[in-house]
């Protein structure tokens, strides 16, 4: 009787930017959040948080911790955070499930007081941080991830402006980074899958 052989059945390995490698974390990451425009003020909030977090760390050193974050900063509830007592941010030191600096702790609840400020004067948190790129996505092309830059002109004012307005652990950097991560900037690189994606989104809405 011959043999039944179940047909070769290929595994396609969709091309994505390097910097994920293989950590399953960091891919999962890269696939559905980054790069993909945030809108609602309490996720601009959380990303605006955890992205100053990072400060002088890895990302997915964050990223492993944020469902930690999310449970013990109320999911980031803009207002709920912005009434966190000394004695209880001091409880968190205590946490190992989240970066026990208490300076970048006390950032969460100073930032969302500051936030605040920008939803009584700009109506919203979301109206504010994207006026910096007019309200959409900007323009970015690379071709390799070295090309992609830490700064920009737009990431320098919006630190400024932050950080005028009293926000912590807002530098350049860290809102290059936040605006990566919220879709004001497309910086996959133009091989990935999800540049494509993340392009023929915003030419569809």
Not at 75 to 87: G, M, P, S, V
Request: glycine letters at 6%; aromatic letters at 12%.
């Amino acid at each position: 009787m011959p043999q039944f052989r179940a047909p070769f059945l290929e595994i396609v390995v969709p091309n994505r930017c390097s910097w994920p490698g293989n950590d399953k974390d960091y891919i999962r990451y890269h696939d559905e959040e980054w790069g993909i425009p945030v809108t609602e003020d309490r996720r601009l909030f959380e990303c605006l948080c955890l992205e100053g977090q990072q400060a002088g760390l890895s990302w997915i050193t964050v990223l492993r911790k944020r469902d930690r974050y999310r449970k013990c900063f109320f999911n980031f509830k803009i207002k709920r955070c912005a009434q966190l007592t000394d004695e209880y941010v001091d409880a968190l030191l205590l946490d190992e499930g989240l970066i026990r600096s208490r300076p970048k702790l006390l950032s969460i609840r100073l930032n969302a007081r500051k936030t605040l400020a920008i939803q009584s004067e700009f109506g919203s948190f979301h109206k504010y941080i994207w006026g910096f790129t007019l309200g959409s996505t900007a323009k970015t092309i690379f071709e390799d991830q070295s090309e992609i830059p830490t700064t920009t002109a737009t990431s320098q004012r919006m630190a400024a402006d932050l950080k005028k307005r009293g926000f912590k652990f807002v530098g350049p950097k860290i809102c290059y980074a936040y605006m990566q991560a919220i879709g004001m900037v497309n910086d996959h690189i133009t091989s990935c899958f999800r540049f494509k994606e993340l392009h023929d989104e915003k030419a569809n809405r």
